[in-house]
């Protein structure tokens, strides 16, 4: 088959994407200025694009997948298929809010009190359509960066930006009065991509492996020897997906009990463990869980 077109989102998602991407089974090499990063995986040619725009290459067809975030496929209106969300612990693939914004001392306290008011963002299309849908009449301008800034300084009366805590909404001396919409990074394709068999398959091979690397975020293994007497006592301490695995050991009245667990539980459990019989514990990384 051809080979599949993969979008890497380049800048803040960069990273965090080349890392996830190693976690699920992919060795992904950047080099210089390039925009085609290099990749163990002769099925698959990646090309680094920003992901403001990441989702108009895949509609069209100048890539057949990638990775961005739910807003700018929204504001965008690109014609896609979201194959599955990737909501991962840092930073910067954690879920984020797009509020409206207006300084502490307005008078407004909804988007109707914005009535011809100059809004600024750097989403633009999908503001414009959130004020249409309910009759409001205002002027949506581009934003290039340090949008808080301009309500202080009066080059327009509200902003629409993106924030994960609210912190430096506040700091900006600023007040949300609507949260727009939540969003979070996605993997996104093509749909004509998607009724090709091979590449279709080669799509769901990522989605399923980058979701177990997700799944495996904070899970550690456990396992740890115990005498038959004492499993039922050991198991109720062991939090499991489904159950913990129970092993005889051969020629004793021993038996070997094996779980994932959250990492951060396990400094907490091990000296219950202990104290119930347990014996030679072992805590081992995870890359997956399927």
Known sequence: MKPLKLGLPKGSLEQTTIELMRNS?????????????????????????????????????????????????LENGSDVEI????????????????????????????????????????????????????????????????????????????????????STIKANGLKIIEELMQSNPQLIANKKAMKIASKRAKIEQIATLMQAALRAEGQVGLKMNVKKSAVDKLVKLIPSITAPTIADLYGTDWVSIESVVPEKIVRDIIPELLAAGAEGIVEYPLNKVI
């Open 83 to 166: 194959i599955c969300d990737l909501v991962y612990s840092k930073a910067s693939f954690r879920p984020t809010r797009w509020v409206l914004c207006v300084p502490v001392d307005s008078p407004a306290k909804s988007p109707k009190d914005l009535e011809g008011k100059r809004i600024s963002t750097e989403l633009v299309g999908f503001t414009k359509r959130f004020f249409e849908e309910r009759k409001v009449e205002v002027s949506v301008e581009f934003s290039w960066g340090a949008t808080e800034a301009k309500v202080a300084a009066g080059l327009c009366d509200a902003i629409v930006e993106v924030t994960e805590s609210g």
């Open 25 to 73: 089974g992919w060795r992904i090499n950047t080099s210089g200025r390039s925009y085609f990063p290099s990749i163990d995986d002769d099925e698959i040619t990646c090309s680094l694009v920003r992901a403001q725009e990441m989702s108009r290459h895949i509609e069209f067809g100048a890539l057949d997948c990638g990775i961005t975030g739910k807003d700018w496929t």
